[in-house]
Nanobody, 123 residues
Framework: QVQLVESGGGLVQAGASLRLSCVASRRIFSNNAMGWFRQAPGKEREFVASISWKSDRKTYTDSVKGRFTISRDSAGSVFLQMNDLRPDDTAVYYC?????????????????WGQGTQVTVSS
């Protein structure tokens, strides 16, 4: 059983930064894309960012471009650096392990999911 464990969430004020981390229980994602999704209260889960297995392709949803940066290391962990946070970034953030190497924005392209970490941004 593969587990993805997120950390780094918290309560911050608008304009602050947070860095989310995601560690896999087994080193199986070194050749797979990884992604971050989020779900705000009362809303559906949405794509945030994804990174290919070689880190040569990174995609972001429009609302976070220029503020968030996705990265990964050789062990398969993935990170999300979030700067200039806004109240509408408030959500539970989920790490996801891809089925393949392509950095997709579709939930169906991911086979493993973490339990999520709460990010709350106050105004």
């Amino acid at each position: 059983q593969v587990q993805l464990v997120e950390s780094g969430g918290g309560l911050v004020q608008a304009g602050a930064s947070l860095r989310l981390s995601c560690v896999a229980s087994r080193r199986i994602f070194s050749n797979n894309a990884m992604g971050w999704f989020r779900q705000a209260p009362g809303k559906e889960r949405e794509f945030v960012a994804s990174i290919s297995w070689k880190s040569d392709r990174k995609t972001y949803t429009d609302s976070v471009k220029g503020r968030f940066t996705i990265s990964r290391d050789s062990a398969g962990s993935v990170f999300l650096q979030m700067n200039d946070l806004r109240p509408d970034d408030t959500a539970v953030y989920y790490c996801a392990g891809g089925r393949g190497s392509y950095a997709s924005q579709q939930e169906s392209s991911y086979q493993y999911w973490g339990q999520g970490t709460q990010v709350t941004v106050s105004s």
